[in-house]
């Protein structure tokens, strides 16, 4: 499950779409971080399921890597998997 926010006490998942679309566009951490106004480091939180971007967090990812909210932050439907 992919989401930008959480209820307290569960956790972020990681989230691999970012990084396959930061791939596809051959984009660094630190490029796509720089291009949303945040550090690689918080990218990499983002990422890897430690921190919770706020939607218009989330907004700006999506814009600079072209997908949408679904696309990057979706929740995957357990049917589909």
Request: proline letters at 2%; glycine letters at 6%.
């Amino acid at each position: 499950m992919l989401i930008c926010y959480r209820k307290e006490g569960v956790p972020i998942a990681r989230n691999l779409k970012i990084k396959a679309a930061r791939a596809e566009k051959d984009m660094t951490q630190k490029a796509l971080a720089e291009a949303v106004g945040i550090s690689r480091q918080t990218m990499n939180a983002i990422e890897q399921g430690e921190f919770n971007p706020t939607i218009r967090l989330c907004r700006a990812i999506c814009r600079v890597l072209g997908k949408s909210l679904d696309d990057l932050f979706g929740e995957e439907n357990e049917d589909e998997a």
